[in-house]
Structures are given as structure tokens and as C-alpha cells.
């Protein structure tokens, strides 16, 4: 471990490895309360995905609109790079071709991540529930979060899901 | 059940005039059904006005005296011609359009699967924006090609003559065409897939024998 | 963790000065579609268009569900212009059941296309805004569209899939008050489409963005078989409205809008002009519309077609949009053909994109008016 350490080459990923197991001993030994103290970071600041999928969209850009105003619950607005994103929000139809890039950009994302299914095409295929090229539903691709049903939801029922992840969130384990 | 119907038009399950029962009664009964519930009781095909629009048949005149036989012209309506050709005279039909007519481009190719004829049916709908005369117009230019049972797209006979010299804008209409159909263009330069997925390998989606989930 | 990469995606570097970019379908400045673009240092070499990814196969499940069970349906390719959409479609459907329009119905029918053409405009306008950087054209058209969304919303009593048109006519009577609330909003969003001229027509950050970018001749519009604002934008004056006039257009007072640029400016102002346009429309209609009357010619339960074919078109927010119905006797139609503006205008997206700046690349292909779900279907 040491060695690697002083070594030029492996010495980023060590450190990094260091810096986890520190954080993983902390975590241990405090517990709860910083449990709280992440979290509370993380339900304020989810940054969503820019991945349109179908007309959904339509809705979610309505929701970022003045009269929604997604962002005052802490949902900031879809853009930036998928790397920095913790909120994937599947707007509407996964068909075949659009399935393994979803799941692309799901890995791409870093850990911890969401994902609100939006629509009823997201839940269940909705109106393409018999279409040859749409997938019935996204849980065979991604693990979702929060079902927000609607064809289109309302920019108030997405609210009120991502309202239902902050909850999710606030309850779950730190690290 | 009358108000049902009044207020979305659509026959609902619960309704006892469903189209099931309706088509098991003889002609008068249904007809004395409905009027009892206050329906129109239209028939089914409109009649539509005799006269031929004079412009629009001059067009079609055109069309016939030049290429006679080789063209049918299936209807002359107003502001809608439609003519259907063989495969093989097609392209010759399309630069006559294209250049004695005045017809410039194409708005849209759509492919319609005849399983019992064994044919597919390429429908052009053809349309000016340069003649004055012919914003109108829309002139559907059809032909027919050869359906296999067991289709291999771009190997078999289904297959017929790229517009897209004619008719630039056809380009990705006729891609269109070729994955929903498989009707392959001979001489497009592009006849690579378009909206389905880069997997694809059932046979092409709009044909009749393929079926949706659950029908 | 190397993701298996599905098929189709091209990351390979070509030769040593050209090199691949994979544009969508995740990208901040790419709809639902992707774009293979070389690129030789900052121009586009070639760009070639890969849409299909909300393909949903429309046309074939229309061939599986009657003609109102199609409504809902075929409104879902563009649902913030769900009235234009299913227009055509009730002209087709009423011209092979040979159905008559009470005159009520079809002023009622051009409100309501022209109220939604103004919403999809807003929509459209506020993504070319933010897809530009410009942050308060995103907030200003998606604050006002609302406005206009509450209309449609007392009218047809959903927020953006109305299915408020049904062939027949529409779908109910016009909401009490209503001519007074939307005089109101036309009012208002005149007045706020003239701010827009200043802050963002007027900005020379977008005129430097977009004057001279993309630009497309009017023989090459005439011949790639372009429509809608691209269309007009190269100089032809071709708005279906006008030309081949449906329900009660004609006796509407309003002018075609038509520029001569035809450049990425151009493409983006005229939908914009088209909406003082749409505002002439409705007062118009709401002065000209029978004050009372049916609004809906009943159509009796599961109506058959004929053996018959049509073909009817109208202008909607991205061009011309046409539907092919082939019937057959049956209840449900044997083939739908959706033409559609999006779909058409593709052509154009390798051609203008052609020796490009790359980062001209969001103003030349968001001022095509592209909305992939409708290219897609």
C-alpha cells in the first residue's frame, strides 16, 4: 500500500483509495448524523441529466419555466456535463435504439445517482404499450426511484415526484 | 347510453350499441337501432361531387396523350391527381412531370403492402412551389412492385427505380421506405437505414404479416 | 469500466486531421437525434443525420385502432402542437366519411390551431434561446406560453394533449367568457413580442451567430424540398393556408410572411413574425365566428371508410403536414402516412452544415424548426 503510494504512477489511485477507506472509517465512527449532513447536501442540489428521450420533455422544460420554477426545490436545470449529474429524469419512450445509450449515460453518471421515471411511457409503454419498437417500461434498463405517472405529467406531478425523491433521499444510508 | 354518445363520439364498452351487436342485426334493424337512439345513421361511403374539375383533367390529358397506355389515371379530383405506371416507365413519367408540368418537388413517399395482390404500392405525392397554378396541386404518382413472402431487403425482386435524380428531396423518404418496406431504390446512393434501431432484423415493420404485440 | 458500446456508434479517429463527433443523443445542444459530424479543426466536413430514436411506429398502430381511437393517438408526435397535428387528419378522416363541419366548428378549429401554433412558436423559440446562451429567452417564451397553455386548457381541458379536434368538428363548445380572456392574451403577447425584438432579435450577439450561417438559396429550398419557415425564409411565398385554403382561411385577414436571406437569422425571425400573424388570425375568427351553433357534427358509432384514398394537408408550426389515409371498408384504416415538416426539413441539416463553424452548429440546426419527435413518428 505504501509503496504503491510513493509510486508516480499509481499514486492518484492510491490516494483516492485512501481517501475512501478514510471517509468509510469516519462515516463508521460518526454515523448518523453526518448521514443527515450528506444528505442534506444531496437533496439540494440534484442536477439532472440533459437526456431528452420523447415528448415529455416538453413538460419538463415547462417545468423549469418561471411559472414552475423547478429549481426553488433544488432541481437545477438540465445542463452540464453528465459527469457532474446525480438525477437522471427519463422524459417519456425508451424505444430500442435509444435503450443501451440510456443505460450508457446511466453508467457514465458517478455514484450516488437517481432516476425518476417520467410519464407513462417510462412506467409502463403507456400508449405504445403495443408499438414493435418501444420498450414496455424503463426497469428492465435502469433502477428507477420515483414513478411519476401522467401522458404527459403536469410540471406539478413531476414537482411533487421530485419532492417524493428528496424524501427517498433523506432517508437513505450517507455512504 | 344516447347521452354517451353525444358527448365523445366514440362507441364505449358499457354501451349496449356496440359495433358487435349493431353488425349482427340486418341492415333495417341497425338503422331503426340507431335512429331510436337519436344517431345519424349516414351511409357508410360518401357520394362525392360528379363533376371533373376542368384544370385538373387538362393536366391529366397532358399525362395520357403523351404516355397512352403506359399510365393509368385512377381519379382526377379537385386540387388531387393521382396516376399509377408500371416500374420500368416510371422514371420516364417522373421527368415528364418534373419537366413538362412543372412539378418540383416531392412531399412525401409512402409505401402501402398489398399481401393479396403480392405487390407493394410506392406512392409519390408530388408538388410545385415554382407554378403559380400548381400550389394546389397535389399529384400522387404511384407504382407497383413485387412482394416476396419471405422478403430479404435489398436482395430480392423488390425492388425499382430511385427517383431521387428527378425529385432530389426524396432522399430520405425513400430510405424511409426501404427499412419500413424493403422495397429497395436501385441507383440511390444511400440506402442504409434510417429510423429503426441499427439491430433490426425482423422484417421490415410496415409490411401487413408483421404483427403488433397482441393482435 | 469500459461500457460495451452498441452498435453504430462511431468513436474512430478517420484520418489525422478529420476527426468524428458524436452530437445526441445526449448532448446539451442536440433534441432526441444524433449527428455524426467530421470535423477538420473547427469546420464541419460532413455531417450525417442519425434520427430514429423515439421511432414509435405511429403509422402501424394506426392501422390497428379505429378512426377515434386514432385521435389521441396521432397528436402524441408533437404534443405542444396537438391541434395542428390532428387537423389534417380530421379533414381526411371527414372527407372519406364524407362528414359536413358546422361553420361554428371551423372557426373554432383555426382559433385553436392558430392559439397553439403561438404556443409551439414560444416552446421552440425558448429552446433556441437557451440552445444560443441566451438564459432570459428561455424564461420569457416559457413564462408567456402559459398564458396561452390556460386558454387551450379552459377550451379543451388538458394542458398540452388536447385531442380538442375531433373529425366532426371540435370537441366542445367554447368555455363561457372566452372571447373576452383571449382577446386579453393576444393583447398581451403582442406587447411582449415586441420586447423580444429588443432584447434578443435585436442582440448582436445572436445577429453575429446567426447572419450569414446556414444559408440556403431558393433553388436549393425549391429543390431539397424544404417547407414551412425554411422554406419561406429562402424567398418562396408558399404557406398552404393561403395557397390552398382549408376550412374558413379564406375569409381570415393575414399576410404570408416571406424573407429573402435565407439564413439562420431569417429562419429564426420569421416564426416569430408569423406569430403577430396568428394574432391578426384569431381576432379575426372571433369577430367573423357565428355566435352560436353546433360545433360537432356526430359521427355515427365505429364509421367505416370507403375503398377510397386522400390526401390532406395543412401548415403547422413546421411546415406543411399531410395525411395519406388509404381505407378499405374497414373501421380502422388500411394505411396512414404522416408527412411531416420535421421529417422534410432533414434533408436540408447535411447540406447547410456542410463547411460550417462547428459552433454554429445549434443556430443552423434548431433554426430548421426540427422537433425530432414529429421526424421520428
Known sequence: MLKEFFNQETAPHATNV?????????????????????????????????LETACCSVE?????????????????????????????????TITRKMAPRLRMVYDQMPDPKYVIAMGACAITGGLYFDSYNVLPGIDGVLPVDVYVPGCPPRPETLIQGCMLLQEKIKRMKGA | MSSEYEKD??????????????????????????????????????????PIPPFEKSISDKIASKFGSKVNIDYVRPSRIRISTKKED????????????????????AGVDYPDSKEIEVVYHLGSYTDEKLVTQVLALATRVPREEIPNPGKDSTRMTSLREVFYSVEFHERECFEMFGVYFEGHPDNRRLLLPEDWADIPPFRKDFKIKGR | MATQLPPGIQLEKVDDRIMTLNVGPQHPGSGHMRLIIKVDGDY???????PGYVHRGEEKMAEYRNYIQNIPHLERPVIHDSCNILYPYCLAVEELLGIEVPE??????????????????????????IFLGHSTMFMWPAGDRELFIDLLEAMSGARVTHAYLVPGGVRN???????????????????????YQSIFYKNPILISRTEGTGILSRTDAIRLGTTGSVLRASGVDYDIRKKEPYDVYENLDFETVVRKEGDSYARSYIPYLEMFESCRIIRDAIRKMPKSGSVRTKLKPNPKGGNDEVYKRVESGRGSLGYYIVSNNRPEPYRVKISVGSFRNLICMPYLLKGELLGNMPSVYWGLNYWPVEADR
Not at chain 1, 475512501?20 to 439540494?44: F, Q, S, T
Open chain 1, 18 to 50: 485512501l481517501v475512501g477507506k478514510l471517509g468509510e472509517v469516519l462515516v463508521k465512527a460518526i454515523g448518523k448524523p453526518l448521514d443527515y449532513a450528506i444528505n442534506w447536501g444531496r437533496i439540494w442540489s440534484l442536477w439532472p441529466v440533459h
Open chain 2, 9 to 50: 363520439g366514440q362507441p364505449s364498452k358499457t354501451a349496449d350499441a356496440s359495433p358487435e351487436d349493431a353488425n349482427s342485426l340486418s341492415k333495417d334493424e341497425t338503422k331503426k337501432f340507431y335512429e331510436d337512439k337519436g344517431i345519424d345513421f349516414s351511409p357508410d361511403s360518401p357520394i362525392r361531387p360528379k
Open chain 3, 44 to 50: 464541419i466536413v460532413s455531417c450525417d443525420p442519425d
Open chain 3, 173 to 195: 363548445d367554447l368555455p363561457a367568457n372566452f372571447e373576452e380572456r383571449c382577446l386579453r392574451q393576444v393583447d398581451y403577447l403582442e406587447k411582449r413580442l415586441k420586447e
Open chain 2, 90 to 109: 416510371i422514371l420516364d413519367v417522373a421527368f415528364f412531370i418534373r419537366d413538362e408540368l412543372g412539378y418540383d418537388h416531392a412531399e412525401s413517399v
Open chain 3, 104 to 129: 361554428r366548428a371551423k372557426y373554432i378549429r383555426v382559433i385553436a390551431s392558430e392559439l397553439n401554433r403561438c404556443i409551439y412558436t414560444l416552446y421552440w423559440l425558448a429552446i433556441y434561446g
Open chain 1, 60 to 92: 419538463f422544460g415547462a417545468a423549469s419555466s418561471p411559472r414552475y420554477d423547478v429549481e426553488r426545490f433544488g432541481i437545477i436545470e438540465a445542463f452540464g456535463s453528465l459527469r457532474q449529474c446525480d438525477l437522471i429524469v427519463v422524459m417519456g
